[in-house]
């Protein structure tokens, strides 16, 4: 069993940036693939972004790529999520989430891939 917990997020201005991070306790940190999702109210959840067990492979969502970067610290059991440039539709709740590695990524952007959710952390872009 293991535990995502996220932290990092608040209220920022249009174009600043944030940092999320993603800390998980339980079994050995790189056994898991980790992905980002965010939701807004009445919405579904969305793939904002992945980063494969290693931190080799990082896939994103068209919407975020060039402005968020993925990363991983194995050592440190923590994912990062550096978030730039950001912009009033990038409100949401983010979640970070964890799936047992694998080599196959044609189902990463689907939540019901994962087993394992934090409970989120806020993020609200507005001026």
């Known amino acids: 069993q293991v535990q995502p917990v996220e932290s990092g997020g608040g209220l920022v201005q249009p174009g600043g940036s944030l940092r999320l991070s993603c800390s998980a306790s339980?079994?050995?940190?790189?056994?898991?693939?980790m992905t980002w999702f965010r939701q807004t109210p009445g919405k579904e959840r969305n793939f904002v972004a992945f980063?494969?067990?290693?931190?080799?492979?990082?896939i994103y969502a068209d919407s975020v790529k060039g402005r968020f970067t993925i990363s991983r610290d194995n050592a440190k059991n923590t994912m990062y999520l550096q978030m730039n440039n950001l912009k009033p539709e990038d409100t949401a709740v983010y979640y970070c989430?964890?799936?047992?590695?694998?080599?196959?990524?044609?189902?990463?952007?689907?939540?019901?891939?994962?087993?394992?959710w934090g409970e989120g952390t806020q993020v609200t872009v507005s001026s």
């Open positions: 980063i494969n067990w290693s931190g080799g492979e990082t």
């Open positions: 339980g079994r050995t940190f790189n056994d898991y693939d």
């Open positions: 989430t964890m799936r047992g590695r694998d080599i196959w990524t044609s189902s990463v952007r689907d939540p019901d891939e994962y087993a394992y």
